[in-house]
T-cell receptor
Framework: NAGVMQNPRHLVRRRGQEARLRCSPM?????VYWYRQLPEEGLKFMVY????????ESGMPKERFSAEFPKEGPSILRIQQVVRGDSAAYFC???????????FGPGTRLTVT | AQSVTQLDSHVSVSEGTPVLLRCNYS??????LFWYVQHPNKGLQLLLK??????LVKGINGFEAEFKKSETSFHLTKPSAHMSDAAEYFC??????????????FGSGTQLTVLP
């Protein structure tokens, strides 16, 4: 059973460009979570999604950030007009319906130059 | 609201000696508690979890943690450290309200160094 997959693993963008981060949950998992880890800090919750639904986006910045989890395909975290402060590791996690624990992917390390 | 405090940002032990990583939590509900480990430039691996069953929880790689409600603590221990244990450790709390996973709240992490 493959784990949570994220791609790309490393992404470099210039200021003002768009970043798209992809996450494929574990097989059988219907819930996806996105977290951001700034240097020297713990992970901070961003958004929680089920298929075609955003359940909790209380951790998402109000502008430039969006997330989706379509009926088919991976979950996408989209950052428009990136700025230097967006440089971080972005982790995706998934859980099954009714599960209490989350399984994490290897992360995407975004660098904004 | 839930929160987690990891009392030590860095812990250094000698190989073969015990490990103690301290964690205190705050929660309005009966929380689920977790310890995750993160090796450099890697993802997070679940070490163990507490979800209102036995208060002493055994995890992978010889780690265990004890849930103490009266002290609101969930300290992580291991009897004998190994060089491969060197990593960052995160204490995590979750307040599932309907039995399902919700957002996790992470502590700031404890960097464990194991000396030869």
């Amino acid at each position: 059973n493959a784990g949570v997959m994220q791609n790309p693993r490393h992404l470099v963008r210039r200021r003002g460009q768009e970043a798209r981060l992809r996450c494929s949950p574990m097989k059988g998992h219907s819930h996806v979570y996105w977290y951001r880890q700034l240097p020297e800090e713990g992970l901070k919750f961003m958004v929680y999604l089920q298929k075609e639904n955003i359940i909790d986006e209380s951790g998402m910045p109000k502008e430039r950030f969006s997330a989706e989890f379509p009926k088919e395909g991976p979950s996408i975290l989209r950052i428009q007009q990136v700025v230097r402060g967006d440089s971080a590791a972005y982790f995706c996690a998934s859980s099954p319906l009714g599960g209490s624990e989350q399984y994490f992917g290897p992360g995407t390390r975004l660098t904004v130059t | 609201a839930q929160s987690v405090t990891q009392l030590d940002s860095h812990v250094s032990v000698s190989e073969g000696t015990p490990v103690l990583l301290r964690c205190n939590y705050s929660s309005s509900y009966s929380p689920s508690l977790f310890w995750y480990v993160q090796h450099p430039n890697k993802g997070l691996q679940l070490l163990l979890k507490y979800t209102s069953a036995a208060t002493l929880v055994k995890g992978i790689n010889g780690f265990e943690a004890e849930f103490k409600k009266s002290e609101t603590s969930f300290h992580l221990t291991k009897p004998s450290a190994h060089m491969s244990d060197a990593a960052e450790y995160f204490c995590v709390v979750s307040e599932p309200r309907d039995g399902s996973a919700r957002q996790l709240t992470f502590g700031s992490g404890t960097q464990l160094t194991v000396l030869p």
